[in-house]
């Protein structure tokens, strides 16, 4: 995984981090404060696991998930732009989907949405699911997070 060499860049460049997890439970930020220092790059994160905490606390409104849904591109945008509001930090992170058993909102499959907002632009990822558990859905959407910052720090 990328996490040492993200942590890297962004200390090298003096960038912060902050997440917005759903689907991963916490489990993106984890990985970076597994590393010693990390307090100088991860400003914090939140778990907004209920919808009705994305709207409270990263102040998504309502309407935006009632048109996309939950499990959207536009809602993991606006969790990134979110917590990146409420703790400015340099990059915003929004992880929200679905690992399974059960799919949601329509979606034939199981299926995660990644935003990184950075200077006001975001970097999207959609990743599908097939044949994997709900552990490994959630291990894939973290490595792949890890890889897409690696790419564009």
Not at 76 to 99: D, E, R, V
Not at 104 to 128: R, W
Request: aromatic fraction near 6%.
């Amino acid at each position: 995984m990328s996490v040492k060499s993200v942590y890297q860049k962004c200390l090298d460049k003096g960038l912060t981090i902050a997440f917005a997890e759903s689907m991963t439970g916490g489990g993106a930020c984890h990985e970076m404060v597994q590393i010693e220092g990390a307090s100088q790059v991860v400003l914090g994160g939140m778990i907004v696991y209920q919808t009705s905490l994305k709207e409270a606390w990263l102040g998504i409104d309502s309407s935006i998930i009632n048109t996309h849904g939950v499990v959207s591109e536009k809602v993991s945008q606006m969790m990134a732009l979110g917590i990146k509001q409420k703790t400015n930090s340099s990059i915003g992170i929004g992880i929200t989907g679905n690992a399974g058993p059960t799919t949601q909102d329509e979606h034939e499959g199981l299926v995660a949405f990644i935003s990184i907002c950075k200077d006001e632009t975001y970097h999207d990822m959609k990743l599908i699911f097939e044949g994997l558990s709900r552990v490994e859905a959630i291990e894939q959407t973290i490595a792949s997070l890890y890889l897409k910052l690696d790419d564009i720090l």
